[in-house]
């Protein structure tokens, strides 16, 4: 007879990772992610705010107020903070 040890999963480096940036930035509590990303190093974070600032506002056919609805309504349907 075999004996099966159940052990818990494995704790990934990433899973690691998010549970001290949650806990080193407590001013983002119960946002998403991405915002405890930005609080935790902001000078890190510099080139994607930058970045998604010009995708956001760089002028085109569709205006800053719709593409900040798409990206809410998107964030719904994936039950994402936004």
């Known amino acids: ?19 001290h940036l949650k806990a080193s930035t407590p001013q983002a509590n119960g946002q998403s992610d991405l915002r405890h990303l930005f609080a935790y190093d902001p000078s890190r974070t510099r080139h994607l705010l ?3 600032q010009a995708v956001m506002r760089h ?4 205006s ?8 809410a309504m998107t964030s719904s349907d994936n039950q994402c903070l936004f």
């Open 1 to 19: 007879m075999i004996a099966i040890l159940l052990c818990p999963p494995p704790t990934f480096p990433a899973d690691m990772f998010i549970a």
């Open 50 to 52: 930058q970045f998604t």
């Open 59 to 62: 002028p085109g056919p569709v």
């Open 64 to 71: 800053p107020g719709e593409r900040e609805l798409l990206a």
